[in-house]
């Protein structure tokens, strides 16, 4: 969400999961060319207090950064480094006012060197980027399918071993190219993809599944796939370094599991969800007797298609998180597959 969204609500709703909070920096330079019309930091570090407070489930906030695309620093009228002096001294003072709250360090630049060039000038003002539960990667959303993209990505984690980077605007692109670099990373793609299509079959009462969770879920199974394909997609330089580090491959293999277990609960739910609602219960009556939210019950129901067989669901599941690669994970993936399977066929 945007503090550009959130700033006009004078009554905030509460949050049923968690959720990111941007500063809304590409609007204002974009306009602007200046954050003199936004809020201060002062301003800034307000609001985010309001906003974890009220709402709650708040993971982090983006600083007030200063993106440097070449048609920014055009409306901006500044250099790549100036902008860069600009998003650390940001950083500082944002952490200096309100050191409590979840405010995220933002990487800037345009070129690789640059990129690196940001992290020094981080690191030298004291802030241990690797440290930082999250450190964002702007400006480069507009060319995120770009192997330039991905070769920076890859010099940061190289350079700052340990760094948890979150990608903003990443598309599906992107994630398929180096997904698996991320912490995490988020998109609108898909709310604009669906403004350009028809309602998905089933979904009424909207023109557009824009704000649609049954679209949005549908698009989510996309992103882990391009994820897990960048995942599993390892080069033989990648491969030649990992064996250097004997506890790497492991730890991939467990995290692939632990992926696959959580998604085999979703599923499992959503058979009992389903049956349910075959059997008249509505949601509400579903999220009483799960002790999960209404809104998290219809997500989950809404993320599996309850005409295809359970075992087909579980085998592309199997195959996303790549939990076959290893016969550790993919003995444990059977005991949870023979599990799930048995249990969902009628």
Known sequence: MS????RGYRALP?????WALDSGGFTELSTYGTWAHGPTPREYASR???YRDEIGGLLFAAQQDWMSEPFIRAKTGLTVREHQARTVGNFLELRALAPDLPIIPVLQGWTLADYLDCAAKFIDAGVDLAAEPTVGIGSVCRRQGTEEVAGIIAAVREAVPGIDLHGFGVKLSGLGKYGSNFASADSLAWSMAARREPPLPGCAGHKSCANCPRFAFRWRERVLAAIARHTTRTTRHEKNRM???????????????????????DLERAVVIHGARAQGMSLRAIAAQVGLPPARVGRIAAAYDPAAPVSHQVRELRRCWGVDDDPATSAAADTITAALVSYGQP
Do not use: H, K, M, Y
């Not at 509460?14 to 968690?18: D, E, K």
């Open 243 to 265: 064996s250097g580090n004997p506890n790497t491959a492991p730890l991939r293999a467990r995290l692939a599991l632990a992926a696959f277990r959580g998604e085999c609960a």
């Open 48 to 50: 985010v207090r309001r």
């Open 14 to 18: 509460r949050a049923i999961g968690t």
């Open 3 to 6: 503090d550009r969204t959130l």
